[in-house]
């Protein structure tokens, strides 16, 4: 297991669309394994594996509380069937975008069908906190963060404060 580095927005690597994975093998288990402990490492409930810049559909997750035992959850090639067209409401925050939060609707309820860390097939309902999270980690496989979904006015105020962030992280001084 190992701590893979989080691509942080701006970059392109986040834009690209995932593919799909044929099998769930040995190095997709690895994957699973180094992505959730980066997760666990950076305090987040959910993981997609092109946060660390590997193009595969593959999402890992954790939404249980801090005092909860942890339950975590993988997900390959999910697809998400009959969302809710009613919508809910949170306030989101990304690891691809750190320290910005931004209130996101999203449909209230959703089944997801996925294979699982040994390959088999898994459909489950979700709601509240983990419909929200598996349509923002789906939105990763698809090349969408939270932002793309706020006012061009919102969305270039933080894009602005993490290019900053990340030209002064560059900057070293002697
Ligand atoms: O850690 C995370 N918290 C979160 C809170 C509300 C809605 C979505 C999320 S996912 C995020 C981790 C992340 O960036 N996953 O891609
Ligand atoms: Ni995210």
Request: aromatic share 6%; charged share 30%; with cysteine.
């Amino acid at each position: 297991m190992a701590i893979r580095e989080i691509l942080i927005e701006p970059n392109r690597v986040l834009r690209q669309v995932s593919k799909p994975v044929d099998k769930v093998t040995k190095d997709e288990q690895s994957l699973m394994d180094d992505m959730l402990e980066t997760m666990y490492s950076a305090n987040g409930i959910g993981l997609a594996a092109i946060q660390i810049g590997v193009p595969k559909r593959i999402i890992v997750m954790d939404i249980s509380k801090n005092d909860q035992k942890k339950t975590p959850i993988y997900f390959v090639n999910p697809v998400i069937k009959n969302k809710n067209k009613e919508f809910s409401t949170y306030e989101e925050g990304c690891l691809s975008v750190p320290n910005q939060f931004a209130e996101v609707d999203r449909p209230a309820t959703c089944e997801i069908e996925y294979l699982d860390y040994y390959g088999k097939h898994k459909i489950i309902k979700a709601n509240g906190l983990l419909a929200t999270c598996i349509q923002h980690e789906m939105d990763h496989l698809e090349g969408i963060l939270f932002i793309d979904y706020l006012s061009k006015l919102k969305k270039s105020i933080i894009v602005k404060k993490l290019s900053k962030q990340k030209k002064s992280s560059e900057t070293l001084v002697i």
